[in-house]
């Protein structure tokens, strides 16, 4: 008997993807439920390139014969969904933000911290990280092995999908308002987004930092370290897909380039793509639609005894949450951890 899916959150840009990774991955399943709103029910969404699924609705799904859910709606949707999924034996790997500072559910990026995964049998849900922390700790890792990471400060420079499909129709919209010379709105984001950056994503915290900047360090140290201290600037810039990120690294051992370069490159799931030239470098826009961590513009940092900076981007509906939950539920699957 094959293995029963659901994905909670179909018809949205994150639930999109869910469903084309798990078919472009041939993910070991005998069936693939789409579960939305009711105000989705009966409309399809693309599963693969050639099938199609149509959408039910969640409040009155049977979840009895699911195995796996992902989870892709929301928090307020995680919050009252999430547990009463979990308890009819199937195990939820959650998008949102709910559950990944619950210090009983495991926050997992497979290439990292798989060996922390066993531990969702507790409360049968597992949490995957934000976007941006997602990519960050795949470039950070193998550095992490080699030298051992004691502070990072990282910049972003996040795609407006990171706010679902309202962030990239604001964009689209706002964009041809202004070349037309109609009145731009805004609907999602504090300020214009078109043509423009925000440094600002989700709310203020009485520190003065984001609730994004403080996910970024809390997540980091829960999957990779929490000796390591983390300081993080985000900043929502005007590209549809794909979040770029300009980190400063500082280690207690002696750094050498061509090695880190090198672990960098055989780090499964990160690709070095670094020539000292114009253009010799990835951008968001070239890294949409791909799985891969890109890390550019690698070199020392001349400020601190042993510092290195370098440029890494990523399709954030990919790695950073499509293709991070499908790769644990497959992870889940080859350890033999369902129930």
């Given at each position: 008997m094959g293995i029963k899916v659901a994905v909670v959150g179909a018809t949205g840009a994150v639930g999109r993807e869910m469903l084309q990774t798990l078919e472009e991955r041939d993910f070991p399943s005998d069936e693939v439920v789409a579960l939305a709103s009711s105000k989705s029910i009966g409309k399809e969404v693309s599963y693969g390139d050639?099938?199609?699924?149509?959408v039910q609705g969640l409040d009155a799904y049977d979840f009895s014969g699911i195995d796996i859910a992902l989870f892709s709606a929301g928090g307020s949707i995680s919050s009252e969904f999430g547990p009463k999924v979990a308890s009819q034996g199937a195990v939820v790997i959650d998008n949102s933000s709910k559950w990944r500072m619950e210090p009983d559910i495991p926050l997992i990026v497979p290439?990292?911290?798989s060996s922390d995964i066993a531990s969702f049998k507790k409360r049968n849900i597992i949490a995957n990280p934000n976007c941006s922390t997602a990519q960050l700790?795949?470039?950070?890792?193998?550095?992490?092995?080699?030298?051992?990471?004691k502070r990072v400060v990282v910049s972003t420079y996040q795609s407006v999908s990171g706010a679902g499909n309202s962030?990239?129709?604001?964009?689209?919209?706002?964009?041809?308002?202004?070349?037309?010379?109609?009145p731009v709105e805004n609907k999602e984001f504090s300020k214009q987004i078109a043509f423009n950056c925000i440094p600002h994503i989700d709310i203020f915290m009485d520190d003065g930092f984001t609730k994004e900047e403080w996910k970024m360090v809390a997540e980091t140290k829960k999957i990779l370290d929490p000796n390591i201290e983390v300081v993080a600037h985000c900043v929502r810039v005007p590209v549809f897909i794909g979040h770029a990120e300009a980190v400063f690294i500082e280690t207690t051992k002696q750094?050498?380039?061509?090695?880190?370069?090198?672990?960098?490159?055989?780090?499964?799931?990160?690709?070095?793509?670094?020539?000292?030239?114009?253009g010799g470098y990835v951008t968001q826009q070239e890294c949409a639609g791909e799985d891969a961590v890109y890390v550019s513009r690698l070199r020392k940092d001349p400020t601190v005894k042993?510092?290195?900076?370098?440029?890494?981007?990523?399709?954030?509906?990919?790695?950073?949450?499509?293709?991070?939950?499908?790769?644990?539920?497959?992870?889940?699957?080859?350890?033999?951890?369902l129930n």
């Open positions: 050639d099938r199609s699924l149509k290439e990292v911290n700790v795949m470039a950070l890792k193998p550095l992490h092995d080699l030298y051992k990471i962030g990239m129709d604001e964009l689209f919209n706002q964009t041809r308002a202004v070349y037309v010379n109609d750094i050498d380039e061509g090695e880190a370069r090198e672990s960098l490159n055989n780090f499964p799931g990160v690709v070095v793509v670094d020539h000292r030239e114009s042993n510092g290195l900076v370098f440029w890494c981007v990523s399709d954030n509906l990919r790695k950073g949450a499509a293709l991070n939950a499908v790769q644990i539920a497959e992870t889940v699957v080859k350890r033999h951890l």
